[in-house]
């Protein structure tokens, strides 16, 4: 039984097939890692263009907040909503309802589902 192994091993054409076998793989090797590397870089492009977005909604909805909160009577000789932490513009939300609370409070819950789902 070894003696058919032993053969193919020391055949001449066996060290002709090995030195092929590592060209082919190694020209395997090269064009996965290229392509990878491709892959990563549109993807990186992709994460860049979704945080500048989300950055821009997310300037969006805090101006929507901020004029929910002005509306509410901020604007009237109380302290800034800024100088609050958030519960405690929470709070003074739920005690001086502006006229779009229930606006405000629908956006608000929305924002704390989509972030609940994506923990």
Do not use: H, Y
Request: glycine share 8%.
């Amino acid at each position: 039984m070894s003696n058919p192994l032993l053969r193919v091993l020391t055949s001449p054409w066996a060290g002709f097939t090995a030195m092929l076998a590592v060209i082919v793989l190694g020209l395997a090797l090269a064009f996965t890692s290229l392509t990878a590397a491709r892959t990563e870089a549109v993807l990186r492009a992709k994460i860049a263009a979704l945080v500048d977005e989300n950055r821009k909604a997310g300037a969006v909805w805090g101006a929507k907040l901020a004029a929910c909160e002005i509306g509410g009577g901020a604007a009237r000789g109380r302290v800034t909503a800024a100088a609050l932490s958030d519960q405690a513009r929470a709070q003074q939300l739920a005690q001086n309802a502006p006229a779009g609370f229930d606006v405000c409070a629908r956006m608000e819950s929305a924002d704390q589902a989509v972030l609940e789902t994506l923990k």
